[in-house]
């Protein structure tokens, strides 16, 4: 409403607080903020959930424009990162305690344990005190916060801050804000004039955006007054014939210099005590991003650093400037966490919900084969080893899975697989335990756990009783062929004794003598070198031998035979 008016009469309208998303540029052209809007934080906020792999959050927040505005942006984030807003608890202003006892007790019913409180400042932490009344504040459960929790804590006095054992494991976002000797002088000064007792509370990021905030006014308006030398109203048409009684409406005046200051205002660039005042196209100060912090006992941790350009890191955002690559937030990290119930173990974030129901598992009550699995029919218990099996497997998930048994069959005859299959691919029942054979057909509709027992499937093949014999080497080859290999050598023995028979003294004497140094010679060729010289040009010899062994290896392709 206010930024409406100062559209009208054409007054900059700075804010140092409002963080509503809808507050834009384009629907209000002197709206100025020197903090971040919420599609911001939101956008931290879906990458918190995403980091940890959650899918599902529950969202606590009140039910006004900051409240529902902030919330459709985080709900617009998650949907980037294929995650979601189970369930949203809208809460009044006044943050009741009756009411938020029964919300917060309604939601222990549902699945999701990552809560997301998105409230104002609340110095009670009243959400959080009936969380633990709740016992919801347990190693089950995950809570987030966006900035408004460190804000409230940053502004406690220290002796305030030893009583926050009930916020043990809790993970918030603060806006980050620069160290530099500014930044400590000042707190050096705010000390000091608490001691005196001019200010009673710590300061916490807003402050230090208010008072740079009145620094960036104090610029602009002298700034302005340089170049424009004084200040001048005109009367607006509009509104000059409104009267409502105690209002005064028509006295209110249009700034003839509201351009020329907005102008200067978004043109204004210097470092406070925030970091870096400069301002966007959407007219929001830049963001120096976000401090991750972590509440483990009476202590706050900053755990990491969440930037919109490198994600999560280590290392605050002005210690990276300059440093970014593409593969910057694929290496996201943060340091330790400190969860609910003081576990480190990163919790799961979702249960099986109290009003789940339970899963139908069909069994088949058979007649023969009982000891797999059948219905006793005193106690109508459902037992055997494919039960046994079912119950182990159960054992192994580490959380409770509602269940029951669904005999399928009479008892009297066994019945058939093939139907208690088709009766789980119709969702009749969401899933079978027996003895049921993995084949083709039933694999194309459902799917099977690996096999546990047995299949008892055989392949039946012929063979032949052969007895060991001297002469298996011989088997290799058919008859045939050891005929053409014998013929090949007596071919190669009649060349070689031709060639040699007239110049060679070895293949010379007794025709006896000559037969076997004809055939030996052919034969030991194959095995060893022989200690008859051949005198003979080899090229002749060379080349038969060669076609003589393609005959054999075309025989050996055409005629083999293996046993």
């Known amino acids: 409403m206010i930024s409406s008016i100062a559209n009208g009469l054409q007054v900059p309208l700075i804010s140092y607080a409002a963080t509503d998303p809808t507050l834009s540029a384009l629907q209000f052209p002197f709206f100025v903020r020197t903090t971040q809007s919420d599609s911001y934080q939101m956008a931290a906020m879906a990458d918190l959930v995403d980091f940890f792999r959650w899918k599902e959050v529950i969202v606590v927040g009140v039910d006004d424009d900051y409240g529902r505005n902030g919330i459709a942006a985080l709900e617009e984030e998650l949907n980037k990162k294929m995650a979601k807003i189970s369930y949203k608890l809208m809460l009044c202003n006044q943050l009741d305690e009756s009411e938020v006892m029964d919300k917060l007790s309604k939601s222990k019913l549902l699945g999701s344990r990552v809560y997301v409180v ?77 001691q005196k007792g001019s200010a009673s509370s710590e300061l916490n990021t807003y402050g230090l955006q208010a008072y740079d905030t009145v620094w960036l006014v104090a610029y602009a308006i002298d700034r302005f007054l340089d170049e424009h030398k004084n200040i001048t109203f005109s009367p607006n048409s509009k509104i000059r014939h ?56 009476v202590s706050i941790r900053t755990v990491g650093y969440w930037s919109h350009a490198a994600g999560f890191s280590l290392s605050p955002p002005d210690a990276r400037k300059g440093k970014q690559d593409s593969n910057c937030c694929l290496d996201q990290m943060l340091d330790n966490i400190t969860w609910p119930g003081g576990k480190s173990k990163t919790p799961r974030g979702w249960v099986i919900a109290v009003d789940e129901r339970p899963l139908r598992i069909g069994v088949p009550n058979r007649a023969s084969f009982t000891d797999f699995v059948t219905e006793v029919h005193v106690s109508h218990k459902i037992r055997g080893y494919c039960i046994d099996v079912f119950l182990k497997a159960l054992e192994l998930v580490p959380y ?47 799917d099977f756990s690996q096999p546990y027992a047995s299949t008892g499937l055989v392949i039946v093949a012929p063979i032949r009783n052969s007895k060991s014999s001297a002469w298996v080497f011989l088997k290799p080859f058919t008859a045939e062929m050891w005929c053409v290999t014998a013929a090949s050598f007596v071919m190669i023995a009649v060349v070689i004794w031709v060639l040699e028979h007239r110049v060679n003294d070895d293949f010379r004497g007794p025709p006896r003598r000559q037969l076997v140094t004809m055939f030996m010679f052919s034969f030991s060729t194959l095995f060893k070198t022989n200690s008859e010289e051949y005198l003979t040009s080899i090229t002749y010899v060379g080349l038969f031998f060669q076609s003589s062994v393609s005959v054999i290896k075309g025989y050996l392709i055409d005629g083999i035979r293996l046993p």
Do not use: C
């Not at 005064?248 to 470092?271: H, M, P, Y």
């Open 400 to 446: 409770h899975v509602p269940y029951m048994f669904q005999p399928f069959g009479n008892g009297r005859s066994n019945p058939k697989s093939d139907d208690l299959v088709k009766m789980v691919a119709a969702d009749v029942f969401d899933a079978a335990v027996g003895d049921i054979a993995i084949v083709t057909n039933r694999t194309k509709i459902v």
């Open 118 to 194: 998105h409230v104002n400042p609340d110095p009670k932490l009243r959400i959080f005190t009936v969380a633990q009344k709740l016992q919801m504040m347990t190693d089950t459960y995950t809570w987030l916060a966006t900035d408004w929790l460190s804000a409230t804590l940053d502004s406690f006095p220290p002796t305030k801050k030893t009583s926050l054992g009930f916020l043990q494991g809790v993970v918030g976002l603060r806006q980050h804000t620069p160290d530099s000797s500014q930044k400590r002088a000042f707190m050096s000064r705010w000390k000091r004039m608490q």
């Open 242 to 297: 409104m009267k409502i009684s105690g209002l005064q409406i028509e006295k209110l005046k249009v700034f003839t210099g509201g351009n020329d200051l907005r102008d200067i205002v978004l043109q204004t660039n210097f470092t406070g005590l925030s970091g870096q005042i400069q301002f966007n196209q959407d007219r929001n100060v830049f963001s120096g991003g976000y401090d991750v912090l972590n509440i483990d006992g």
